[in-house]
């Protein structure tokens, strides 16, 4: 399929469907990873779709960021998704995600986030990094 057949599709299912999920899929399959914002990669993981590569950019980012807290979205909901990957695809990204916990347990991240996080979403984010600490005993 040539970009321009590729286009036309987007188009067309933008123009007369009335379902989300596949004009988002559409869009999203044309893309590379550094172009999807997090909360496509956020719903990449929630959908199953590219979950593996939505989970490579997400540790990335934070691991670029030096934080794993984002203004732009849910940084509980992000744990939660990266929390539901396998132990195997975690693994293979160890260091970074150590940085990460590390950040959030021992430099207490989460008390110093730009995002105001009530005690029981501070509570349920720590849970998910616990979560992700051990998948990657």
Request: hydrophobic share 35%.
């Amino acid at each position: 399929m040539t970009n321009e057949e590729y286009e036309g599709v987007i188009q067309n299912a933008i123009q007369y469907s009335d379902m989300s999920l596949p004009v988002w899929y559409l869009e999203i399959t044309n893309k590379c990873l550094c172009e999807l914002s997090n909360f496509d990669l956020i719903r990449c993981i929630s959908q199953d779709v590219f979950k593996d590569l939505a989970a490579f950019e997400i540790i990335e980012r934070i691991d670029e960021q030096n934080t794993s807290f984002y203004a732009d979205i849910d940084s509980t909901e992000m744990m939660e998704r990266l929390s539901s990957i396998s132990p195997e695809i975690l693994s293979a990204h160890k260091s970074k995600l150590d940085r990460m916990i590390e950040n959030v347990e021992r430099n207490n991240f989460i008390d110093f986030a730009d995002v105001c996080m009530s005690d029981e979403e501070k509570e349920m984010y720590k849970g998910y990094v616990n979560i992700i600490k051990n998948k990657i005993k």
